[in-house]
T-cell receptor, first 112, second 116 residues
Framework: QKEVEQNSGPLSVPEGAIASLNCTYS??????FFWYRQYSGKSPELIMS????GDKEDGRFTAQLNKASQYVSLLIRDSQPSDSATYLC????????????FGKGMKLTVNP | GAVVSQHPSWVICKSGTSVKIECRSL??????MFWYRQFPKQSLMLMAT?????????EQGVEKDKFLINHASLTLSTLTVTSAHPEDSSFYIC????????????FGPGTRLTVT
């Protein structure tokens, strides 16, 4: 069974802090990795995609990928209350499937 | 770019009736669309993968005769919940794979179905 696992959470950080969200995956051949944000009662929204080892920055968000360790993370700098949401890690498996395998999500609360 | 719409955003129907949900890619062509279901406080569950012009591929445990999927054009896929029952009440979300060759999926806003 191909799996994507996220820390069970929930995670609570004060406003202005760095929030760190982690994800591991079991399929060593995976090539595409995504982070989605889902506000309560809403659908997921793509916030980051990463394909190569290393860091990828977009504004306050940084995605980090380490294929050797099968690990992908999302850092949110200067966290804001509006960042409070559930963050979903998603991985595209090798073998040509178009499907994404989603983690169960980590609920983040940023306290003012 | 990469906007996906769904209609309706919410629907209430009586047990035994059928409900059709539409998913449209507004500013790109989507050869592949996906249908998910999400129960409260649970993760997304992929129901099926829909490819334009061909039969949908259903995930294990999803009844294809109950959840009819049609992907008749590059911008429209529909999900029909047939003979709905209260246990079908859920949040149904479609997504579309972007047309740039990557595996990114862009989600519609979702349809909240309540079966009474």
């Amino acid at each position: 069974q191909k799996e994507v696992e996220q820390n069970s959470g929930p995670l609570s950080v004060p406003e202005g802090a760095i929030a760190s969200l982690n994800c591991t995956y079991s399929d060593r051949g995976s090539q595409s990795f995504f982070w989605y944000r889902q506000y309560s009662g809403k659908s997921p929204e793509l916030i980051m995609s990463i394909y190569s080892n290393g860091d990828k920055e977009d504004g306050r968000f940084t995605a980090q990928l380490n294929k050797a360790s099968q690990y992908v993370s999302l850092l949110i700098r200067d966290s804001q209350p509006s960042d409070s949401a559930t963050y979903l890690c998603a991985v595209n498996l090798q073998g040509g499937s178009e499907k994404l395998v989603f983690g169960k999500g980590m609920k983040l609360t940023v306290n003012p | 770019g990469a906007v996906v719409s769904q209609h309706p955003s919410w629907v209430i129907c009586k047990s035994g009736t059928s409900v059709k949900i539409e998913c449209r890619s507004l500013d790109f062509q989507a050869t592949t669309m996906f249908w998910y279901r999400q129960f409260p406080k649970q993760s997304l569950m992929l129901m099926a993968t829909s490819n334009e012009g061909s039969k949908a591929t259903y995930e294990q445990g999803v009844e294809k005769d109950k959840f009819l999927i049609n992907h008749a054009s590059l911008t429209l896929s529909t999900l029909t919940v047939t003979s709905a029952h209260p246990e079908d009440s859920s949040f149904y979300i479609c997504s579309a794979r972007g047309d740039g060759g990557s595996y990114e999926q862009y989600f519609g806003p979702g349809t909240r179905l309540t079966v009474t």
